[in-house]
């Protein structure tokens, strides 16, 4: 009972494992995911303060660090499944939701239990630092994505998993982070050999392209 159980939670997020059912060439845990998502966020919001916009910084590594907590109770969900419909997203959020809430009033003390129901909610808002929050997330996912394309995965939904985190991230192209990850990042990324390489470079342009002349 207590924070024990949450501190013993934590391990448990290495064992769940992102795409579930899947071959994968390399497997990527939620809590490596999390590691990583915050990272990305990081350099981000450098960027952001960079061109002069002000990051709240605590609110920015707490969303990052927190955004998956929630997945320790219903695991990963593939991500063309859980954004199908609205409708089922919502259903989603709700089971988790209801899911953190029920353990942090079981295992937190009543002190600290609002702290942490704040903590676990949804960090993707329309705030500059959840904005961040969902470019960051969806560019690990791309490059997990990428990963298995790059091996040779044959597996279709990993291409489809790639366009529609490209496609979100492109959702924030007034972002002078997000700028500078299509201008400077994503051409290093297509750079890189791989098999169907063209293939995938041309979805990319084409994806981008149309984006950009909206």
Same mark, same amino acid.
């Given at each position: 009972?207590?924070?024990?159980?949450?501190?013993?939670?934590?391990?448990?997020?290495?064992?769940?494992?992102?795409?579930?059912?899947?071959? +994968?060439?390399?497997?990527?845990?939620?809590?490596?995911?999390?590691?990583?998502?915050?990272?990305?966020? *990081?350099?981000?919001?450098?960027?952001?303060?960079?061109?002069?916009?002000?990051?709240?910084?605590?609110?920015?590594?707490?969303?990052?660090?927190?955004?998956?907590?929630?997945?320790?109770?219903?695991?990963? $969900?593939?991500?063309?499944?859980?954004?199908?419909?609205?409708?089922?997203?919502?259903?989603?959020?709700?089971?988790?939701?209801?899911?953190?809430?029920?353990? &942090?009033?079981?295992?937190?003390?009543?002190?600290? *239990?609002? $702290?942490?129901?704040?903590?676990?909610?949804?960090?993707?808002?329309?705030?500059?630092?959840? +904005?961040?929050?969902?470019?960051?997330?969806? &560019?690990?996912?791309?490059?997990?994505?990428?990963?298995?394309?790059?091996?040779?995965?044959?597996?279709?939904?990993?291409?489809?998993?790639?366009?529609?985190?490209?496609?979100?991230?492109?959702?924030?192209?007034?972002?002078?982070?997000?700028?500078?990850?299509?201008?400077?990042?994503?051409?290093?990324?297509?750079?890189?050999?791989?098999?169907?390489?063209?293939?995938?470079?041309?979805?990319?342009?084409?994806?981008?392209?149309?984006?950009?002349?909206?």
């Amino acid at each position: 009972m207590g924070i024990h159980q949450y501190f013993k939670s934590l391990s448990d997020l290495e064992k769940i494992y992102r795409c579930p059912g899947k071959f +994968k060439f390399q497997e990527h845990s939620v809590a490596s995911h999390s590691f990583k998502v915050t990272k990305v966020a *990081q350099f981000l919001g450098t960027v952001e303060e960079n061109k002069g916009n002000k990051v709240n910084w605590q609110a920015l590594y707490e969303k990052a660090l927190n955004h998956d907590y929630n997945e320790l109770f219903t695991g990963d $969900i593939k991500t063309p499944v859980k954004y199908a419909s609205a409708e089922l997203r919502n259903l989603f959020s709700q089971v988790e939701e209801q899911m953190t809430q029920k353990f &942090i009033f079981k295992e937190f003390p009543k002190e600290y *239990q609002q $702290i942490y129901l704040d903590r676990f909610k949804e960090g993707k808002d329309d705030t500059l630092e959840g +904005k961040i929050l969902s470019v960051a997330d969806k &560019i690990d996912l791309l490059y997990e994505s990428f990963g298995e394309i790059q091996k040779g995965n044959p597996e279709p939904l990993f291409q489809e998993i790639y366009e529609e985190s490209l496609l979100t991230i492109l959702e924030f192209k007034e972002m002078e982070s997000v700028r500078y990850f299509l201008n400077e990042v994503l051409p290093d990324m297509l750079d890189e050999k791989f098999i169907e390489h063209s293939e995938l470079n041309k979805v990319t342009q084409k994806i981008v392209k149309a984006n950009l002349e909206e």
